[in-house]
């Protein structure tokens, strides 16, 4: 009772959707057996294509356009003769041929205890997420930053010149007071003096509307280019470097950090001319007045100016700090909302926020103190222009009660000392603010001084479309890690013939295509298509003969054709309804509100797996290219499709070199070879025939495969 | 000016300290014009020929003033980013929830690159219009009267004339509010853009290379870029002609004021050290103005950042909570599909024509199509994220519509065709599945799900990072992951009470 009470408290309802279809066929045995462990006494609800995972169903709902069309148990439905037994008759005869490697269930490498290989890049590998903003410091980054703004140089003259026209107004209104009021005390007329008053007040305004315009102008063309520049930067690192990194980070290197350096361009160059150029002008003035008003100026002016440089460490740090924290955030948010179904399924909302609430803290916690200096110093700045106004009138006191100055000139001379310190302060504050600015270019640069690894080659061009491709003595292991996951790898494709690449998960499949693609470079050995070496071709050469259908496929927030056009932009409309057609993509065209016009929504959200990959395959068809690595490529389409999909791309397949990487023998099947990998090395390799008559790593796949089929336990049932 | 009572809203909380901000800012207002007066006076002394000796006092006096007002000005500035701080968490945080709350339904229609500027950035920009913008209008606003309370005192009608410029500086820029208002939504909307095509492009940047068109995407994103320069000049165009305005009435006013004070004191209408009070004052008397001028550009980015607030907390859930449901009574575990019709918002195409099946308690039922014929949209409607057009799905003969979305969501595991890993370790992936889990009951859930022997061969075990999406890892490895985080689901609540 009690312990009936505490399984009732589990989850009732299981759902699997498509659970399995990314599963290698070992794994699939393995996983299945757990899957029926956990689906006892509880409801479950199986979607699915493949026969393994549905044939022990209590009962099985067959659906067609939105309803339920067909219901029953496996055998009652496949005597029918109806939709199911047409989606997965294939299967079901595939299962059969289990008699032909009968009796070998127990094998040698493959079993639960296989020790895989590391997919990708884990050992010894840097895991460094967030971009630091660490290297650069203050005069390398003055040096980077002019070398964007030295094409503007016109126009920072021009910043220049109506900053310095812009201070002079601002100054000119408390001359000309001054004036005002020497010319009264004297007695004189001071109609001159007002004219020149209202003239230089009301141009005050317009200069700096003017100046203001000027700099932003540049500035912010040179952002927009420094933006261009980190996506040109990235498609160059690119795939590779993008394991090492968060994709919310690099957006936002992209738009916030980027966006900080506006205060160099605007607001930091120019006016650092300004600020040396005034205080100059009115010390040099006020020593031709009096040697000691400039003398009790002086140290107050040197002290303002100064300051910025002084005490400097902590708010670089400070500055640098937040950059990465603010970088954290928006990692987190990508992360958060791109996965926002698995979070909402799990109910993980509330403690998702949790840490979204304590990267905001720690942000806030970097920010506050930063902001403490900042308003310090400037507080600091207030003070001591207004002593420096003071002590110019003391001195100006003493100086007159002893005669050697007139008093009329003492207004004039405070007003002059104050204003020297309006350009100084302003640069001292934005000194501060660019602790932030030295932090954003940091990451920017961290981003622009990542070495490029894969280089165009000389470029070759060989006319030659046939594309034998052959690997010699090739050996591969991700960059900063000491396991290798290709080891002296040696074979040759003949143009126009199919290889097909098996082995267990992990075992290095998809890294070989990716070595064809060049998204790596091997570590020893090379590989020629066409007998020319890869390294030798231009990228875009080599990659556009060559189609990929890889994994994963990536839809962009488009429009269905846009994102099918992508792999072909000037194809023609005969040609992508050609390519649609040859994808069994039509039916789907059709169920669309807008068919290709489509918004497919981001990362393709509006599309079943299965319709995202037959997506990818008609882009292979658009892109019409000599050689084709089809990897895993129909795994998520069911029967129907697949065998649509198959008779085109055998079809493709005619005098085209074709490598493909599946685990369903019905894939691999008809190469014209097949090559068994194991742990980065060529275990087997021999036709399909060839290969079941050995006792080899591929007998025991394909023996494996079928059973997890659960053909065989369904009958013995 | 900028004022918006819905923006004013999100204060509730700080408006005591947004209130002593405006004290403080008034006090530090003050005590900047009254330092600056001290010096005319200080001159005037000068003038009328007083001794240096009889100066100490109020020299010693003046120096103190200018230190005490910078002291209130970095008490008024700190306690600005304070507020600015409380602010930006308090907001931050409800609309992260609203996000939750809204779920795939609405994310899945959304760009995510725009939804997460407008989380971290927008909000960024947000805090300095509650921190410093807000506090500087008020006082702004009640500057005209404070400086002709105080000029008044000295000359009346100088006052009068600098009344009338203060207003002028004031309300000349809320001339083209709309104007901003309308430049500044451009500018978010094209900041927006920029950020939501560059993250779908380097997130597809793999896909791009593989055809050779990360050349157009170049293109496109030069284009955003450029629309985003050109709607910021927009911005600033009318941003600063009305700082134009602002500064020109200013500096005319003080102008103004002296001029005629001038032609004032020559009549022996005023006294010469008003005048050098007034001249020594200046444009410093404006002061709050200049510093709201300087801020006006925040205000007007954090009202554009506002209006992508707005549309995440406008939005509407795409199912509605019922919160009338118990949700401590186990339901039974059976599934009812009754005349179900589904479609996608905004969709025309029908997903489900009137579908019915039912699952009794424990029964296992497979379901079968080809691929497209609403399958998966059966576990979205089951999960809820969304509800169907028309019939009924129940689960324990209950309607999901009465069932709080908390207790439906505790009585489901799925395992998702498209599995979503997050940055993160395997551990914290798997635990996703029960948070309170121990150790044994991870490594449990991953033997069951034929990940244990893998993830014994990492260097770091259960710790390894497997880098965003999963993306170290294979298709099978990360359908494995999801696999065991299903199954530690399994007895999440089996913990739990």
Redesign the interface.
């Known amino acids: 009772m009690l312990l009936q009470g505490?399984f009732?408290?589990?989850?009732?309802?299981?759902?699997?959707?498509?659970?399995?279809?990314?599963?290698?066929a070992e794994?699939e045995y393995?996983?299945q057996q757990?899957?029926d462990?956990?689906?006892k006494?509880?409801?479950?609800?199986?979607?699915?294509?493949r026969l393994s995972?549905?044939i022990?169903?209590?009962?099985?709902?067959?659906?067609?356009?939105?309803?339920?069309v067909e219901?029953g148990h496996h055998e009652a439905l496949m005597k029918k003769d109806g939709?199911?037994s047409a989606?997965?008759n294939e299967q079901v005869r595939e299962a059969e041929l289990k008699e032909l490697v009968n009796g070998e269930e127990e094998s040698m490498f493959v079993n639960?205890?296989?020790?895989?290989?590391?997919?990708?890049?884990?050992?010894?590998m840097p895991?460094e997420?967030i971009i630091k903003a660490e290297g650069l410091n203050w005069k390398q980054l003055i040096v980077e930053l002019m070398r964007h703004i030295m094409p503007w140089k016109g126009r920072l003259l021009l910043t220049f010149s109506f900053g310095v026209l812009r201070v002079l107004a601002?100054i000119g209104?408390?001359i000309?007071?001054?004036l005002?009021?020497l010319a009264?005390?004297n007695g004189t007329d001071?109609t001159i003096q007002?004219t020149g008053?209202?003239l230089?007040?009301?141009l005050?305004?317009?200069l700096?509307?003017i100046e203001?315009?000027v700099a932003?102008?540049m500035a912010?063309?040179l952002?927009?280019e420094m933006?261009?520049n980190v996506?040109?930067k990235?498609?160059k690192l690119?795939?590779a470097y993008?394991?090492?990194?968060?994709?919310?980070d690099?957006?936002?290197i992209?738009?916030?950090d980027v966006e900080l350096v506006e205060y160099f361009f605007a607001h930091t160059v120019a006016p650092v001319f300004v600020s040396i150029l005034i205080p100059l002008a009115v010390i040099t003035f006020m020593t031709t007045v009096s040697f000691w008003m400039a003398l009790a100026l002086l140290p107050f002016l040197l002290a303002v100016g100064f300051s910025p440089l002084l005490m400097r460490t902590k708010v670089d740090l400070l500055g640098s700090k937040a950059r990465e924290a603010?970088g954290e955030?928006?990692?987190?948010?990508?992360?958060?909302?791109?996965?926002?179904?698995?979070?909402?399924?799990?109910?993980?909302?509330f403690?998702?926020?949790k840490v979204?609430?304590e990267l905001?803290?720690h942000h806030?916690s970097l920010?506050?103190p930063f902001?403490?200096e900042l308003?310090?110093q400037?507080?600091?700045l207030?003070?001591l222009t207004?002593?420096g106004?003071?002590a110019v009138?003391?001195t100006?006191?003493?100086l007159?009660?002893n005669g050697s100055l007139d008093?009329?000139l003492?207004?004039l001379l405070?007003?002059l000392a104050m204003s020297a310190f309006l350009p100084v302060s302003e640069i001292a504050q934005i000194g501060r603010q660019l602790a932030d600015t030295l932090g954003a270019t940091r990451r920017v640069y961290a981003l622009e001084n990542e070495p490029v690894v894969i280089a165009d080659g000389a470029g070759e061009a060989s006319s030659d479309l046939s594309s034998g491709v052959s690997f010699q003595n090739v050996s591969f292991s991700y960059p900063g890690r000491s396991l290798s996951v290709l080891q002296n790898l040696n074979f040759e494709i003949h143009a126009g013939k199919t290889l097909a690449l098996v082995g267990p998960?992990?075992a290095g499949k998809?890294s070989l295509a990716q070595l064809l693609?060049r998204?790596w470079d091997p570590d020893k050995g090379s590989i020629s298509l066409n007998g020319i070496e890869l390294r030798d071709y231009k990228l875009?050469d080599l990659?556009?003969r060559?189609a990929?259908v890889?994994?994963?496929?990536?839809?962009?927030?488009n429009s269905l054709r846009e994102n099918i056009l992508?792999?072909?932009?000037d194809a023609t409309e005969l040609e992508l309804s050609e390519a649609v057609k040859l994808s069994a993509l039509s039916?789907?065209v059709e169920?669309?509100?807008d068919g290709l016009e489509t918004i497919v929504?981001?990362?393709g959200?509006?599309l079943?797996?299965?319709?995202r990959q037959r997506v990818a395959i008609a882009?292979a068809f658009l892109?019409d290219a000599p050689f084709l690595i089809l990897d895993?490529a129909t795994s998520?389409?069911?029967a129907?499709?697949e065998h649509t999909v198959h008779k085109a791309l055998n079809l493709l397949k005619t005098n085209r070199t074709t490598i493909i990487i599946a685990h369903r023998l019905s894939t691999i099947r008809d190469a014209d070879r097949i090559i068994v990998l194991h742990e980065g090395r060529m275990v087997e390799t021999g036709t399909h025939k060839e290969l079941l008559q050995k006792t080899g790593l591929y007998r025991q796949l394909v023996s494996k495969q079928l059973s997890g089929s659960g053909l065989k336990d369904f009958k013995e049932n | 000016m900028q004022f918006e009572t819905r923006l004013w809203s999100f204060t509730q909380g700080v408006r005591g300290r947004i209130a002593i901000s405006v004290l403080i800012g008034m006090i530090a207002a003050a005590l900047g014009v009254i330092r600056l007066a001290l010096l005319g006076w200080l001159i005037g002394l000068i003038f009328l020929g007083q001794s240096v000796d009889e100066l100490v006092m109020p020299i010693i006096f003046a120096a103190l003033v200018m230190l005490i007002r910078g002291i209130f000005e970095h008490w008024r500035t700190m306690t600005a980013h304070e507020t600015s701080a409380i602010v930006q968490k308090q907001l931050r945080r409800r609309l992260f929830d609203k996000i939750v709350s809204l779920g795939p339904g609405y994310t899945g229609r959304q760009r995510s690159g725009e939804l997460v500027l407008t989380l971290v950035d927008g909000i960024e920009q947000l805090e300095t219009y509650f921190g410093e913008y807000l506090p500087q209008l008020f006082i702004s606003a009640l500057t005209p009267l404070m400086i002709f309370a105080f000029v008044a005192f000295l000359d009346f009608p100088v006052a009068l004339i600098l009344l009338v410029a203060a207003f002028v500086a004031l309300a000349a820029p809320s001339a083209w509010h709309k104007f901003d208002t309308k430049r500044s939504l451009e500018r978010q909307q094209a900041y927006a853009a920029f950020a939501s095509d560059f993250l779908d492009g380097i997130q597809g940047l793999a896909t791009l290379k593989s055809f050779g068109q990360s050349g157009s995407r170049t293109e496109l994103l030069k284009k955003r870029s450029f629309e985003l320069f050109r709607s910021t000049m927009w911005v600033l165009a009318t941003n600063s002609l009305s700082r134009g305005i602002t500064d020109t009435s200013i500096a005319v006013g003080a102008a103004a004021g002296l001029g005629y004070g001038a032609y004032r004191t020559m009549a022996g209408e005023m006294e010469l050290t008003t005048l050098l009070i007034i001249l020594m004052m200046g444009v410093e008397i404006f002061r709050p103005l200049r510093d709201l001028r300087t801020v006006l550009h925040q205000g007007m980015v954090g009202l554009s950042a506002a209006q992508g607030v707005y549309k995440i907390l406008d939005a509407q859930p795409v199912v509605l909570e019922e919160h009338s449901g118990n949700s401590t009574t186990r339901l039974e575990p059976s599934i009812d599909f009754d005349s179900v019709s589904f479609s996608y918002p905004e969709h025309s195409h029908i997903v489900h024509k009137c579908l019915n099946f039912n699952i009794s308690k424990g029964e296992r039922v497979g379901i079968v199509g080809s691929s497209g014929c609403g399958k998966s949209s059966i576990v979205k409607l089951l999960l809820r994220f969304h509800d169907p057009g028309q019939g009924s799905i129940s689960i324990g003969g209950k309607d999901l519509r009465n069932i709080t979305l908390d207790q439906l969501r505790r009585e489901i595991s799925v395992v998702h065709q498209d599995t979503f890993l997050f940055h993160g370790t395997i551990e914290e992936n798997i635990r996703m599945g029960n948070p309170e889990a121990s150790e044994t009951e991870i490594t449990d859930a991953a033997r069951n799900a034929n990940i244990h022997e893998f993830v014994t061969t990492l260097p770091d075990r259960y710790k390894t990072i497997i880098g965003e999406k999963g993306i170290k890892l294979s298709g099978g490895q990360r359908q494995r992951i999801a696999i065991a985080r299903a199954v530690l689901k399994r007895y999440a609540n089996f913990n739990f009470r």
């Open positions: 505490l009732l408290r589990d989850t009732p309802i299981l759902i699997l959707d498509e659970a399995l279809s990314a599963v290698d794994n393995v996983i757990a899957l462990r956990l689906m006494n509880r409801t479950t609800l199986v979607l699915a294509h995972s549905i022990k169903c209590d009962r099985i709902l067959v659906m067609d356009q939105g309803r339920v219901s939709i199911y989606l997965m639960n205890g296989t020790v895989e290989q590391i997919d990708e890049s884990l050992r010894d895991t997420g601002f209104v408390g000309f007071s001054a005002i009021v009264l005390k001071f007002l008053l209202m230089v007040a009301s005050s305004g317009i700096h509307w203001s315009w932003h102008d912010f063309r952002l927009a933006r261009i996506f040109r990235l498609d690119a795939p993008l394991v090492r990194r968060r994709t919310g690099l957006m936002g992209a738009t916030q603010a955030l928006s990692a987190h948010a990508i992360d958060t909302i791109q996965g926002i179904a698995e979070i909402v399924a799990f109910q993980q909302g403690n998702r926020g979204f609430e905001t803290n806030i920010r506050l902001f403490r308003t310090f400037t507080s600091l207030e003070v207004g002593w106004g003071l009138v003391c100006g006191a003493l007159t009660t008093a009329g003492l207004p405070t007003i998960s992990g998809t693609m998204f875009d990659r556009s060559i990929l890889a994994q994963d496929t990536y839809l962009f927030n992508v792999a072909k932009p039916e789907v169920s669309m509100p929504g981001e990362r959200a509006s079943s797996g299965g319709q882009r892109k895993e998520h389409l069911d129907l499709s």
